[in-house]
């Protein structure tokens, strides 16, 4: 069920040429050809058109019988993914090898790369000269835009080995937008716009904010993408969330489509959306980075896409799944059917161990006798698993009878994911007749387990009978598990709902997490991160680029990571400098440039506004050097404050620190120096040395301050525990009672005020007095009256030991005294019936 809305802004088509006729007019000059293929469209004839096609065929051709895949060589490769035991060796043979670094196969990856000349060599290189000659022919005189759109496709991502010119290349983009209106070279011409990349063009937010905006209403997803984030958080224009929400709801709805094409229970999803930092544990390296401590640090251990030891983690439950450990064997067939970044999905291999369990509880349709009792559940579990598998047609061919036969079992054991299975069939008729009614059984059953497909699929029955409240809190749950139909509904509901129940806001974060989530529609995350492993640093930041104008908050952190010259935990740039060695000579990473530096900045920022601490705690560190931006410490030091807020970041407590010990960007302050460091400590335990050394270097300055009468406010005395007496205990509670009540006669005077009637008021009467005065007095006459009784109790019973020992004493005088009988028993107010508080004897 799908929902359609009608609030197209159609105005945006006719602002958009009010304003590219006035950037027009005003300081874009076209290129001769492109205005005579526009005003004189006659001057091409049937013949040369055939030419030119003929001409872009046989290049076609000469292409596709060379390797398209461009040469990267191992210098290329940088330190992507190699650790800090490749980055020393790196450093190592450069430092050997100082004499001889200059290689030809060296390349640079900045963005701000020169135009290179083409040069074609060997049989290679003679094939790819000939093709580029037959396009040129068929591009520069006839104005083919087939020819047009390959010329600037090699020029910008160097295909077939051909020579990088971003120039060039947004040459042929540029005139192919004014010529045809190709969405995707207006989306290109905007992202050259957006980014400069290569120094094509000058940064113009304006111009790229103009070309993404046709390329958009001309259908091209990826600009859909990057308008909807740009009003989003105001990159260009001012924020417009309704703006946003139109654009990221086109892309949803295209996204869900896809996803729905695929076989039942949609596309797999692979999740390509990684931040190439925390394979080092964070920006700052293990531990002093917020991702890789506290919570986060325990989150991302537990991931099986960031676990460094996945390889021995699955060597390890291999071990005891042979041993027949049946918990082990379900996680193996889980991990290599869910697959991670780290090891890819092989169905194949799922479905052996998940049979390997089955097996073990049922012989055909018979449970097998003498198993474990536990051994039902994970028989279920792998019943689910291999109904899935079937209904969907993985490894094998799809049986929708084998599915069903796999569900019964399944449900037998109570297996919520079973229960979802037959839902599915009886909801589309698969392989049975179709019921409703039973397909709503088995949806609400597995959803009361919660089972996220589940409940998506039981709401959306609920939607369709109108009930949307109900479907809205079943969504809700699915959506904690990152199900994307519920997003997507859920981002429906809150953006078709009338008057004040309306959440533009939510429902574009909705939409922007269903476009996000659904990669292979739009995103360049997956090719980027193939390049970044091969080492081909170029394409791997051109990527990261392209998906981080689109809004992937993860492309935004790659982005400036890359670009970022001051990654690296250790100094080595500093201690090359100190032995005198050029390491502009000897290194083969490039040097980043001031519109690098600008750039990741730019890109710090983004992350950070889309709540990565990390990139939060960069940005102080950008403003406070000087890195891209004039220095500006006192924005530094918002920066750490925002990053700090709730102890999230250590590394930001660690500078607030150092920043009011020196009294950079904020007052000097040994106190607060003092309690940010302690804070620092308590958010990451890690952060032992370094809080400890700092903390006696701040004692020390605290010392000489003092003796020598500076004017900085110093440590002082640890605060000591004043002891409260039972009197000042009371009178501070009153105090603070008193003042409650005067605030909840102030909300009730408001509240009166604005004629606003709360549920449940009637039950209460307005007439009841709370004094706590004599609440106290009452309390303590009742304390009083009680410690009166027991001391005479206490007392009775004294007396009536004093006089049982003097008859004993009598007794041993000679006088025959018959023996003592014990006091008859006394209670309270001298009631025998009433119980004693006595002492016992």
């Not at 040069?119 to 591009?139: I, N, P, Q, R, S």
């Not at 209904?391 to 079973?418: H, I, M």
């Not at 394409?539 to 010259?565: F, I, K, P, R, T």
């Not at 008859?807 to 005088?813: C, K, M, Q, S, V």
């Amino acid at each position: 069920m799908r929902w359609t809305i009608t609030t197209t802004p159609r105005y945006l088509v006719l602002l958009a040429l009010l304003v590219v006729s006035t950037i027009a007019t005003a300081s874009i000059e076209p290129k001769p050809a492109a205005a005579t293929a526009l005003e004189e469209p006659s001057v091409r004839n049937a013949e040369q058109a055939r030419q030119a096609a003929q001409w872009v065929s046989e290049a076609r051709t000469l292409l596709h019988s060379i390797n398209p895949v461009p040469h990267v060589s191992s210098s290329e490769r940088g330190r992507g993914g190699s650790g800090w035991l490749g980055t020393l060796w790196y450093y190592i043979k450069q430092l050997l090898l100082w004499h001889n670094a200059q290689s030809l196969e060296q390349q640079s990856s900045s963005p701000s790369l020169s135009r290179s000349t083409p040069t074609f060599a060997g049989a290679h290189g003679k094939k790819l000269g000939a093709a580029v000659e037959l396009l040129k022919k068929a591009a520069e005189p006839e104005r083919n835009e087939d020819a047009m759109f390959l010329l600037a496709e090699m020029n910008f991502y160097g295909n077939w080995s051909h020579p990088r010119d971003y120039s060039t290349a947004y040459k042929w983009y540029k005139e192919l937008a004014d010529l045809s209106g190709n969405s995707t070279a207006q989306h290109m011409v905007g992202f050259m716009h957006a980014t400069g990349i290569g120094g094509a063009v000058p940064k113009d937010q304006g111009k790229a904010l103009l070309y993404h905006t046709f390329a958009a209403l001309g259908g091209n997803t990826r600009s859909e993408m990057t308008i909807a984030f740009r009003h989003y958080q105001g990159i260009g224009t001012s924020r417009n969330c309704e703006e946003a929400a139109f654009y990221y709801r086109r892309v949803a709805e295209k996204a869900l489509t896809w996803w729905e094409s695929g076989p039942p229970g949609g596309h797999f999803l692979q999740k390509h959306t990684f931040r190439l930092a925390d394979d080092q544990g964070g920006v700052y390296g293990e531990g002093a980075s917020a991702i890789s401590s506290g919570p986060n640090g325990q989150r991302q251990r537990q991931s099986l896409d960031s676990a460094k030891e996945l390889g021995d983690i699955v060597e390890y439950l291999e071990l005891l799944a042979r041993k027949g450990n049946f918990p082990e064997t379900i996680s193996l067939g889980k991990i290599y059917y869910e697959g991670s970044r780290n090891l890819p999905r092989n169905i194949a291999k799922a479905k052996e161990y998940f049979l390997r369990v089955a097996n073990q509880y049922w012989d055909r349709d018979k449970v097998r006798t003498g198993g474990p009792q536990y051994l039902g559940k994970y028989a279920g579990r792998a019943a689910g698993y291999l109904g899935n598998m079937a209904l969907r047609g993985e490894a094998g061919p799809q049986d929708y009878n084998a599915a069903f036969r796999w569900f019964k079992r399944g449900v037998t054991c109570g297996d919520a994911n079973s229960q979802n299975g037959l839902g599915f069939m009886y909801l589309n008729g698969l392989g049975v007749k179709e019921d409703r009614e039973k397909a709503s059984k088995y949806f609400k059953s597995a959803a009361s387990q919660d089972f996220p497909v589940a409940q998506v699929n039981f709401a959306k029955m609920l939607l369709e009978n109108g009930e949307i409240e109900p479907a809205k809190r079943y969504l809700e749950l699915a959506a904690r598990h990152g199900n994307v139909e519920a997003f997507y509904y859920l981002a429906e509901i809150n953006n078709a709902a009338k008057a004040k129940d309306r959440s533009c806001g939510l429902a574009t974060a909705y939409y922007k997490i269903v476009a996000e989530k659904v990669e292979p529609l739009q995103s360049p995350m997956a090719w980027a991160n193939q390049a970044y492993e091969n080492g081909d640093m170029e394409n791997a930041l051109v990527g990261y680029m392209m998906a981080a104008e689109q809004g992937y908050e993860s492309a935004q952190a790659n982005v400036a990571y890359l670009l970022d010259e001051h990654s690296s935990a250790l100094p080595l740039k500093s201690l090359l400098a100190r032995a005198g060695i050029d390491l502009k000579r000897i290194q083969g990473r490039r040097h980043v440039s001031q519109q690098d530096q600008e750039l990741a900045l730019i890109y710090w920022t983004r992350s950070a506004k889309q709540a990565n601490v990390d990139s939060l705690v960069k940005m102080g560190d950008y403003y406070l050097s000087g890195i891209g931006t004039d220095p500006d410490p006192v924005k530094a030091a918002s920066c750490y404050n925002a990053a700090a807020e709730h102890q999230a970041s250590a590394q930001a407590l660690w500078n607030l620190g150092w920043m009011h010990e020196n009294g950079v960007g904020v007052s000097q302050d040994f106190h607060l120096a003092k309690r940010y460091y302690d804070q620092a400590f308590e958010t990451n335990p890690e952060a032992y040395l370094p809080v400890t050394l700092s903390l006696l270097k701040l004692r020390l300055r605290a010392f000489w301050n003092i003796i020598t009468h500076g004017g900085v406010k110093g440590i002082g005395p640890e605060p000591k525990k004043k002891r409260v007496t039972f009197r000042e205990f009371l009178r501070n509670w009153y105090e603070a009672a008193t003042e409650a009540d005067l605030h909840v006669l102030q909300d009730d005077e408001e509240m009166d005020g604005s004629q606003q009637h709360l549920p449940g008021d009637e039950y209460y009467d307005e007439g009841f007095d709370e004094d706590v005065a004599e609440s106290i007095i009452i309390l303590a006459l009742a304390g009083a009256v009680a410690v009166l009784v027991y001391y005479r109790q206490w007392r009775q019973q004294q007396q009536a030991r004093r006089r049982a020992e003097e008859r004993l004493n009598d007794g041993a005088r000679g006088q025959q005294a018959p023996p003592p009988q014990p006091p008859p028993p006394v209670g309270i107010w001298n009631d025998p019936q009433m119980p004693g508080w006595g002492m016992p004897h």
